[in-house]
C-alpha cells in the first residue's frame, strides 16, 4: 500500500483536490470527517470537550457547535492546545484503524495538520495543496463569511506555509483553475503508478 498524506493550508483548495482523488476511485480517509464523527453526542470525545469547556459549547440537539468552539480555540492557543490533546489521539487511533481494513494500492490520507500531528510520518509522501496567501484569505471570506481578523487567527494556528512546503514530496499548486489542479494531480498519480 502507498500512502499519501495530502494537506494544505486553510482555503487552499484541499477539499476540491480530495474530492478529485475520490472520483478517481481513490481511497480517501478525511480527518475532517473523523473529527466530526468522534464528537457525536455521547461520545469520549464530546464528554472530555464538555468537561473542559462547558455545555455552552453544545446545541439544543445534543450536538457540538463547532462555532462556538472554533470562537475560543482560535483565540487562545492554550486552549487549541488542550482541543488538540482530546481530538488527535482519537482521530490518529481511527486512521490507524482505516488502514489496517483498507486493501487499495494507494491511500489518501487528507489532513490539514498533517505535519503538526507526525501524521506525516505514517505517509510515504507527502503533498502540499499550495496557494498563496492572499488568494487563501480572499476564497476564506467568500466561503466562510469570516472577517480578516478571524481568517488570520485560523491561518496562524497552523504551520507556516514556506514550512509545510518543506516536508512536500509534490507541491500542487492551486492559484489557477480546476482543470490545472487536476492535471497536476494526476501527474503526480502517474508517478507513482511508473515507480510500480
Not at 514530496?169 to 502517474?190: F, G, M, P, R
Amino acid at each position: 500500500m502507498f500512502i499519501i498524506g495530502l494537506t494544505g493550508g486553510i482555503g487552499s483548495g484541499k477539499t476540491e483536490a480530495t474530492r478529485y482523488l475520490r472520483n478517481k476511485g481513490i481511497h480517501v480517509i478525511d480527518t475532517d470527517e473523523i473529527s466530526r464523527e468522534i464528537v457525536y453526542p455521547g461520545s469520549k470525545a464530546l464528554k472530555q470537550i464538555i468537561k473542559h469547556f462547558g455545555k455552552e459549547i453544545i446545541n439544543k440537539d445534543g450536538f457540538l457547535n463547532r462555532e462556538a468552539l472554533a470562537q475560543i480555540v482560535f483565540s487562545d492557543n492554550s486552549q487549541l492546545a488542550i482541543l488538540n490533546g482530546i481530538m488527535h489521539p482519537m482521530i490518529i487511533n481511527e486512521i490507524t484503524k482505516s488502514l489496517k481494513k483498507i486493501k487499495d494500492k494507494i491511500v489518501v490520507i487528507d489532513a490539514p495538520l498533517l505535519i503538526e500531528t507526525s501524521l506525516n510520518t505514517k505517509c510515504d509522501e507527502v503533498w502540499v495543496v499550495d496557494v498563496p496567501e492572499k488568494i487563501q484569505i480572499e476564497r476564506i471570506k467568500k466561503r466562510d463569511n469570516l472577517h480578516e481578523t478571524d481568517i488570520n487567527m485560523r491561518i496562524q494556528t497552523q504551520i507556516r506555509r514556506e514550512e509545510r512546503n518543506k516536508y512536500a514530496h509534490v507541491i500542487i499548486d492551486n492559484s489557477k483553475d480546476l482543470q490545472h489542479l487536476h492535471e497536476q494531480i494526476d501527474k503526480a498519480l502517474n508517478r507513482i503508478g511508473d515507480r510500480e
